[in-house]
């Protein structure tokens, strides 16, 4: 089984700053069966907040720095994936174990449907993404081949601009906690 955390701001669409990640995004992989969450420099109740305004209920919500703790609290999921769009997002997830994606790296169902027709064209035409999300093997499959797509020059500029700040321009930093 898979869980999944998302960074809000700067990574979804609702975020400060605006990101890419989409609630069709997020949809897929509920719709399928994982868990999906927020972990974030905001406050739990801001991030739920956030969500419930978004018209979205999480599995969860908890400040991202403890992210490791949901290996130990979701113990029925085998692999653990956190999208972000700075590089302390990225840091954090590589020290938890997670695999980390930035925003335009996280599979869609677009995605996810190429990968099935290269796997076998037979599974291709599911509408149900399930089996996929409880094989940790898939899984890994999927991730490396998201992450070794070739990306836009101007979305990996995008995220480099940050890489020497833990902030990013818009953010609101009285809901946040310091990193």
């Given at each position: 089984m898979l869980l999944v955390t998302f960074d809000?701001?700067?990574?979804?669409?609702?975020?400060?700053?605006?990101g890419i990640v989409t609630k069709q995004v997020v949809n897929f992989y509920r719709d399928n069966g994982v868990i999906v969450g927020s972990a974030s420099d905001r406050t739990k109740s801001t991030q739920l907040n956030m969500w419930s305004k978004y018209g979205f209920e999480v599995d969860f919500a908890i400040v991202k720095h403890k992210i490791p703790e949901l290996m130990t609290e979701y113990k029925q999921?085998?692999?653990?994936?956190?999208?972000?769009?700075?590089?302390?997002d990225q840091q954090i997830a590589s020290d938890a174990g997670f695999t980390f994606f930035w925003p335009d790296q996280i599979?869609?169902?677009s995605f996810v449907q190429q990968f099935l027709t290269d796997?076998?064209?037979?599974?291709?035409?599911?509408?149900?993404?399930?089996e996929l999300f409880d094989d940790a093997e898939a899984l890994?499959?999927?991730?490396?081949?998201?992450?070794?797509?070739?990306r836009k020059q101007e979305d990996i500029a995008k995220y480099d601009q940050y890489a020497s700040s833990g902030r990013v321009d818009g953010d609101d930093l009285g809901n946040v906690l310091p990193i």
């Open positions: 809000i701001d700067g990574t979804m669409e609702f975020g400060d700053p605006v999921c085998q692999v653990f994936w956190h999208v972000g769009d700075r590089p302390v599979p869609d169902l796997e076998s064209s037979a599974s291709s035409k599911q509408e149900n993404h399930k890994q499959r999927v991730a490396t081949q998201a992450l070794s797509r070739e």
